[in-house]
């Protein structure tokens, strides 16, 4: 097993900054050059804004009493100058993290999808696809605390407040002593909400989540809920998720509303008392006006760089949590991507006393052994749930099996590079899924370079093509969602066709032509014969015509192989298939007045 190289061993959420630095050697080196850029950036706007109270001072205090006009508008313009400069320096490094942050968060869905594609089919079961969606799309977005700019802007704001307060208590010490009276609580509240929003936001975001599956699950099974009439039940189920999710809103955000008017009330109020305090000293001749004036600029020294503080430490959590589920998925065991090529496949296939368990514990296959040589055709039969499609699964090296071994060609597959296996393999099965696009790229995802000429030649081989070309738009008709509809037959027909195009040395057809009219499927039988000729088959007959397509049958019963032979013999055993036979093909042959199963006997 290939295991994904880039997952360290730290992933855990209470160590913060292991994670983020796990991240930043994986996601961030490239970047470094733009990375040193915004923090330099940042560090330049700081600068840029720390004159500005003391130049307001100095104007106050040096330029009104001296009515010195000239001096008024030279420090004016260097103020002036500063605010455009600092402006300027912020918009660029603005856009500069705007893009930052967007690479970064496309390389981590690129990473998550290639990884998801590449893990194996057993991750897969019991996930559903929104889920796996909505981790790709979200945990990628929250990962913002872990960017440079939170990092720098803590080191840039522990300056800023150092300095602002520095000054400040400079200016008049015990004024400075005295705004800790403010600053001390508003800290206090903005922790606090921030704490009470960190946890409560993890039940907001389960319940997003879970009433956002029961909303689209109440779409998706729309027909179902019509046909039984269970419109109001289920609005019902909706609007009780629905007030769940307000009421948790409601309390989430109160936490917000809390933090911000408490916030601004410890602010409006600090600066009554500064200017009270100031003006006070002003008298007394302990402070210049412009002071009062400097002081109160530098309250936003002191008042932003602890609400970023606090804001940092929620940031940094939320991303360590985000990067720790991204992580989650990195480091599953893809499926491997090594093993032995082969040029050419002649197609034989053998099981060898294999034996397999979905979930490890519970066979559904036990000890089956059979062969196929090449160019041979082999039905596969079966009551439901017996295993005839898990088998297929394992051929395809979907899964492996706990004993045994299912050989190709004389190799084991597990030995064989997966590409191999695949490309030498046409399956279709119960489920035909169509993406949504057209049917000519349908089509030619068997075979991606495949002309227009190659892709109608496929579609008359399975009868698809017919019906393609009475749509208004013939093989450019979309599919799916924005497009049309296709009948059960019409899907099999298309998949046929793609397998038709790909042209593998094995089929597989499991149930291909259950969904088609007995007449198609007539023809379709037909166009498979010389196919089938030359190629390995297995062919998984619920339909007696399929059978028909088969040298040799094989009957299965829950996970073993019960009977094999040819279907005259089999029928005179009088065993298993032939009891099958009777349950499943008798009516058929009655009622579709088939020809006598001439491959079959022969
Ligand atoms: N992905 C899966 N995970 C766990 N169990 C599975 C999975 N797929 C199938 N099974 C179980 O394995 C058993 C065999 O299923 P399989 O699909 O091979 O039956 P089948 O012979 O193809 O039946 P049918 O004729 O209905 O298609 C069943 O009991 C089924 O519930
Ligand atoms: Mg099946």
Redesign the pocket.
């Known amino acids: 097993m290939q295991m994904s190289t880039s997952a360290g061993n730290n992933l855990d959420a209470t160590r913060p900054f292991s994670l983020i630095a796990q991240f930043a050697r994986d996601f961030l080196r490239v970047y470094t050059g733009s990375c040193i850029t915004v923090g330099l950036l940042m560090i330049l706007t700081v600068l840029l804004q720390l004159p500005i109270p003391i130049l307001t001072m100095y104007v106050i205090d040096h330029t009104v009493a001296a009515r010195n006009f000239d001096l008024l508008t030279q420090v004016t313009l260097l103020l002036a100058g500063l605010v455009i400069a600092k402006h300027v320096v912020s918009y660029f490094n603005e856009t500069l993290t705007l893009r930052l942050k967007e690479n970064i968060i496309l390389e981590i869905q690129k990473r998550l999808v290639n990884t998801i594609q590449r893990l194996p089919l057993s991750f897969f ?1 019991g996930k559903h696809s929104t889920y796996l969606q909505t981790r790709v799309m979200n945990d990628s977005r929250a990962i913002e605390g872990a960017l440079v700019r939170t990092l720098v802007s803590i080191a840039v704001d522990g300056l800023t407040f150092i300095v602002g307060i520095t000054l400040i208590m400079y200016i008049r010490y015990e004024l400075g002593l005295l705004l800790f009276v403010f600053l001390a609580p508003f800290a206090y509240i903005r922790y606090y909400a921030n704490e009470k929003m960190r946890i409560l936001s993890r039940d907001m975001q389960e319940a997003t989540a879970v009433s956002s599956a029961v909303i689209s699950e109440s779409f998706a099974g729309i027909r179902t809920i019509k046909a039984y009439l269970r419109e109001d039940f289920q609005e019902g189920i909706i609007a009780g998720q629905l007030r769940g999710l307000r009421d948790i809103y409601i309390k989430t955000n109160w936490f917000g509303v809390l933090s911000t008017v408490g916030t601004s009330f410890l602010t409006s109020l600090s600066i009554t008392f500064v200017l009270w305090y100031g003006c006070r000293s002003v008298m007394t001749g302990h402070m210049t006006l412009g002071q009062v004036f400097a002081v109160l600029a530098f309250l936003n020294f002191l008042y932003g760089p602890v609400n970023n503080f606090v804001a940092a430490n929620l940031r940094i959590q939320q991303s360590a949590a985000a990067i720790q589920r991204i992580y989650e998925f990195l480091k599953e065991p893809k499926e491997r991507h090594d093993g032995k090529r082969l040029d050419a496949v002649k197609g034989k296939i053998e099981f060898r006393d294999v034996s397999f368990a ?2 490890g514990v519970n066979h ?1 296959l036990d000890g089956v052994s059979f062969n196929i040589e090449p160019g041979k055709a082999l039905a596969l039969v ?10 297929v699964n394992l051929l395809l090296g979907f899964y492996n099996p706990q004993n045994g071994a299912v050989m190709l060609d004389g190799h084991d597959i597990s030995d064989l590079s997966l590409e191999t296996v695949r490309k030498s393999i046409g399956v279709v099965d ?1 489920q035909t899924f169509l993406f949504s696009g057209t049917i000519l790229e349908n089509i030619r995802f068997g075979k991606p370079d495949a002309s227009f000429e190659e892709v109608v030649a496929a579609s008359k081989q399975s009868y698809a093509d017919e019906f393609i070309e009475r749509l208004p738009e013939g093989y450019h008709t979309r599919v799916g969602e924005r497009g049309v509809r296709l009948s059960g037959g019409q899907c099999q027909r298309i998949a046929l066709a793609r397998m038709f195009l790909k042209n593998p040395q094995i089929l597989i057809l ?2 291909a032509v259950s969904a088609i009219d007995s007449e198609s499927e007539r023809y379709i039988q037909r166009a498979l014969v010389p196919l089938i000729s030359t190629r390995t088959t297995i062919v ?1 007959a ?1 339909r007696l015509s399929s059978l028909l397509l088969a040298d040799r049958v094989i009957v ?1 019963e829950q996970g073993r192989v019960v009977e094999q032979g040819f279907h005259h013999s089999l029928m005179q055993a009088d065993g298993p298939y032939a009891n099958l036979f009777q349950e499943q093909f008798n009516a058929q042959l009655k009622r579709n007045d088939t020809e006598a199963p001439s491959v079959a006997v022969a």
Do not use: N
């Open positions: 079961s979905y979930d559904v079966g009551r439901t749930g017996a295993g005839k499609s898990t088998l119960q499991d149930e998984i619920h299965i």
